[in-house]
């Protein structure tokens, strides 16, 4: 079963705007990772929260974690339209560090 | 480095037909993993390896079987192709530890007939 939930499933906006995206997950985690996969293409990884960890930057991304909701988001800020994407949430899980994904987040970034 | 590689990228096969779908990758990561990705499912663990000689059932096992030789190798083999199996297949490593990120190699899509 998947391990993560994303929503929105897809979501537009335009250059210049900001865009969340939110997961939610099953059962306790080691971390809990972002990947982009552009269409056709193979995943890459964005950032990795910490179980511990509430909050994090990495550049245009801020990733919060909220242990006690079992949730993530992933704000990217001023988007733009190399932005446009699939995003996945991943979870981390188990003495193997099995990552478990979600659905995905759709995003387009029009000009 | 060429990071995490995958051949096919392509392939077509009947009902019934078995292959082996290749994964290298040069990093030296002791883990490594098969996913597949259907529409509208995200990405489901097939199997994984914590090391060489060492492989584990994920998700969605049945019907595929993995061995790990060697580090840099983590073939994956269909025994009897089905349309089921029709899907893309991504090839993952990272290095061992909680916290380190996965590297993906650029995917094999399948096609069963």
């Known amino acids: 079963s998947q391990q993560g939930e994303e929503d929105p499933q897809a979501l537009s906006i335009q250059e210049g705007e900001n865009a969340t995206m939110n997961c939610s997950y099953k059962?306790?985690?080691?971390?809990l990772q972002w990947y982009r996969q552009n269409s056709g293409r193979g995943l890459v990884h964005l950032i990795l929260?910490?179980?511990?960890?509430r909050e994090k930057h990495s550049g245009r991304l801020r990733v919060t974690l909220d242990t006690s909701k079992k949730s993530s988001s992933l704000l990217i800020t001023a988007s733009r339209a190399a932005d446009t994407a699939s995003y996945f949430c991943?979870?981390?899980?188990?003495?193997?560090?099995?990552?478990?994904f979600g659905t995905g987040t759709r995003l387009q970034v029009t000009l | 480095n060429a990071g995490v590689t995958q051949t096919p990228k392509f392939q077509v096969l009947k009902t019934g037909q078995s292959m082996t779908l290749q994964c290298a990758q040069d990093?030296?990561?002791?883990?490594m993993s098969w996913y597949r990705q259907d529409p509208g499912m995200g990405l489901r663990l097939i199997h994984y390896?914590?090391?060489?000689?060492?492989?584990d059932q994920g998700e969605v096992p049945n019907g595929y079987n993995v061995s790990r030789s060697t580090t840099e190798d983590f073939p994956l083999r269909l025994l009897s192709a089905a349309p089921s199996q029709t899907s893309v297949y991504f090839c993952?490593?990272?290095?061992?530890?909680?916290?380190?990120?996965?590297?993906f190699g650029p995917g094999t899509r399948l096609t069963v007939l």
């Open positions: 993952a490593s990272r290095r061992a530890g909680t916290y380190n990120e996965q590297f």
């Open positions: 390896s914590v090391g060489a000689g060492i492989t």
């Open positions: 990093m030296n990561h002791e883990y």
């Open positions: 991943a979870a981390s899980t188990g003495t193997a560090s099995k990552l478990t």
């Open positions: 929260i910490r179980s511990n960890e």
């Open positions: 059962t306790s985690i080691n971390n």
